[in-house]
């Protein structure tokens, strides 16, 4: 292989990567968000980021009323009084942290790779999360079940 080839592979493909859509799209970014939808997000900005919800569901409980969308690979957004985003929330195993935390990660791969997450057991469910559960705050919540994330939930607290 000359020089001169390898040089214009590699710039072919660090241009690949450039028009390829940005990971952060497919990241859990703690205390932000899941995929695209952020907290504080409005309905358009959830839409232009994940498209179309594949399911939709509306009611009241006891914040008030709520809009929720569902989305393929097991994404869920909540807009708790129907403006903007206080829960998204995944089963699916394709949204990782950077640091490849997500769905079917071990308790240990939580604890050595999420900063400042604090893992316990709350009303019979094992959980580790960043922050605390009092109201207002934003928490990263990451439920464990058989000793795996089963469900990642990026929220502020309500109650």
């Not at 942290?97 to 308790?107: D, K, L, N, Q």
Request: hydrophobic share 40%; net charge positive.
């Amino acid at each position: 292989m000359t020089r001169g080839y390898g040089l214009a592979a590699g710039l072919g493909a660090l241009l690949a990567t450039l028009g390829a859509p940005a990971a952060a799209e497919a990241l859990v970014q703690v205390d932000r968000g899941i995929a695209g939808a952020r907290l504080g997000n409005s309905r358009a900005e959830v839409r232009a980021a994940l498209g179309a919800p594949a399911s939709t569901r509306s009611g009241t409980n006891d914040f008030g009323p709520f809009l929720q969308w569902r989305f393929r690979g097991g994404i869920t957004v909540i807009f708790q009084g129907r403006r903007e985003v206080t829960t998204v929330s995944t089963t699916g195993r394709g949204d990782r942290t950077a640091r490849g935390v997500g769905v079917g990660s071990t308790e240990a791969a939580v604890r050595s790779r999420v900063r400042g997450v604090r893992c316990e057991t709350i009303a019979g469910s094992r959980s580790c999360h960043t922050g605390r559960f009092r109201v207002g705050e934003i928490v990263t919540d990451f439920q464990l079940h058989a000793g795996k994330v089963s469900r990642v939930a990026v929220g502020r607290v309500l109650d």
